[in-house]
């Protein structure tokens, strides 16, 4: 009996220590995509005052990487690129005009973007990260995968500036 317990305790250890590897992997490969920032806004719709509801296109080889990632290109979207209007709603321009921002708090935006990290806090992803068929497209060797993304920019703003990576919309210019 117990030459059985110990061949069932070495195969679960065995398992448990794949799926960390394959996790550990997959979570590599979702950093590489986002660090490319390959994405795209749309502006999807009004959102509760103070944040924007987004369609996010994020490029992967694993639609579920596209998915995850899409949170992070929309804080990342709102910050550097801002959007279009579309359909009668107004664009919006990025939080920062500063095209060196990035490079210069470099240390701070890796802590910022890092799995699991503050980005997480302004922002949700608005379909449960449910994909329509439309919204799954087959580029070449990668997927492009459309997720609708609320961020709440209003909250995102206001740490921003209190961490003072950006100007305080009042400090003038």
């Known amino acids: ?27 590599k490969k979702a950093n590489e995509d ?39 290109n929309a804080v990342h979207g709102v910050i550097f690129k801002g959007f279009a209007g579309d359909q009668g709603i107004l664009g919006k321009p990025p939080l920062t005009t500063n095209s060196n921002l990035e490079q210069e708090k470099d240390q701070w935006f890796k802590e910022f973007f890092a799995d699991g990290g503050k980005y997480m806090k302004f922002v949700s992803l608005s379909s449960d990260g449910a994909v329509a068929a439309e919204d799954r497209m087959k580029v070449g060797k990668q997927y492009k995968i459309g997720v609708l993304v609320s961020v709440n920019v209003a909250l995102l703003r206001k740490d921003l500036e209190e961490a003072g990576i950006i100007k305080s919309l009042s400090a003038g210019f």
């Not at 117990?2 to 960390?20: C, D």
Request: aromatic share 10%; net charge positive.
């Open 1 to 27: 009996m117990k030459k059985h317990t110990t061949i069932w305790v070495m195969l679960m250890l065995l398992i448990t220590g794949f799926s960390s590897v394959v996790s550990a992997q997959t979570n």
């Open 34 to 72: 986002t660090e490319a920032w390959r994405y795209e806004l749309e502006v999807a719709g009004t959102g509760v005052q103070g944040t924007y509801l987004l369609k996010v296109w994020s490029y992967s080889k694993k639609p579920n990487v596209a998915i995850e990632q899409a949170k992070k």
